[in-house]
């Protein structure tokens, strides 16, 4: 009876692990299998070792979109860890209208990526809103290239990343302040203590494993990042909006050469493992 009793809830577990384990966990074998061939999907796999590493260490492009991927984490994870708190904090509680503005804010979230970018794209047109306003407003006399300059198009992508991801992030911190015991507060207000203070060293302390979640799906976001690109700058101009995610993609499926694109994305898994951990280990010092 125990043993059966024991084995019932892995009999539970087996069809979500079957799908993990046959769309998840088997293509990620593949590819790292596919990194050490040379392999276009015509003609038989070929088995090279670590050529195709030898060869994204030689490969200056490769090198590029990796930076443009860490300053997109560099930028991007900050922002969407410390901004959302602002707005669950403001929408936190019985307003009137606070559930209005909670759906404005998560509506970005519902909205297709492919769509957002689309209309991001139309906003940043030199004769789009955005410069409709920036010269109608006189803070600048001429159309400002948001996608077509070079120094302009990833932070102009960045943007929209960050407009999308805040309802979500959003969310998970109203969560976290809604299970924050109110008697603090309360004893809080007793004492004298300001509402900044308040926040300071009661909010945020509390919101400390909600930023540590934040920080980590904020922080594989930015490394994944790809939908923007593709339909704002397809990389460019002149690869300066490329990130590792977008050279895998040009890679396997405009090049054809899956055994460079599988070790980029090997490399892209190793980082992405590597961010999670420090993250978990944060999170873990600070229980």
């Not at 003609?43 to 990796?66: C, H, K, M, V």
């Not at 707005?87 to 009137?96: E, I």
């Amino acid at each position: 009876m125990n043993s059966r009793h024991g084995l019932l809830p892995y009999l539970f577990l087996l069809p979500a692990c079957s799908l993990i384990g046959g769309f998840v966990l088997y293509p990620a074998l593949q590819a790292l299998l596919l990194s050490f061939t040379s392999f276009n999907m015509i003609t038989p796999a070929e088995w090279i070792g670590t050529a195709n590493y030898q060869r994204l260490a030689a490969d200056p492009f490769f090198w590029s979109a990796l930076r443009n991927s860490l300053l997109y984490l560099i930028v991007v994870v900050p922002v969407l860890v410390i901004a959302p708190i602002g707005l669950a904090v403001l929408v936190d509680g019985a307003l009137p209208g606070v559930r209005l503005f909670r759906a404005l804010f998560y509506l970005p979230v519902v909205t297709s990526l492919v769509i957002s970018g689309l209309i991001w794209k139309w906003v940043y047109e030199e004769r789009g809103l955005l410069n409709y306003v920036l010269q109608a407003s006189g803070l600048v006399a001429e159309p400002v290239a948001f996608l077509t300059d070079p120094g302009n198009a990833l932070f102009a992508v960045m943007a929209v990343t960050v407009w999308s991801g805040m309802g979500y992030y959003m969310v998970i911190y109203l969560a976290g302040l809604q299970a924050i015991p109110r008697h603090l507060y309360e004893v809080a207000e007793v004492e004298g203590v300001s509402r900044w203070q308040q926040f300071v060293h009661i909010t945020l302390p509390l919101l400390r494993p909600s930023m540590a979640v934040v920080a980590v799906m904020s922080s594989i976001a930015a490394m994944k990042v790809f939908e923007e690109i593709y339909v704002m700058t397809q990389g460019g101009p002149m690869d300066a909006s490329k990130t590792l995610v977008y050279f895998i993609y040009e890679t396997a499926f405009a090049e054809f050469e899956m055994g460079l694109a599988s070790a980029a994305g090997v490399v892209l898994f190793g980082i992405t493992l590597l961010l999670s951990l420090i993250n978990l280990r944060l999170l873990k010092r600070k229980h």
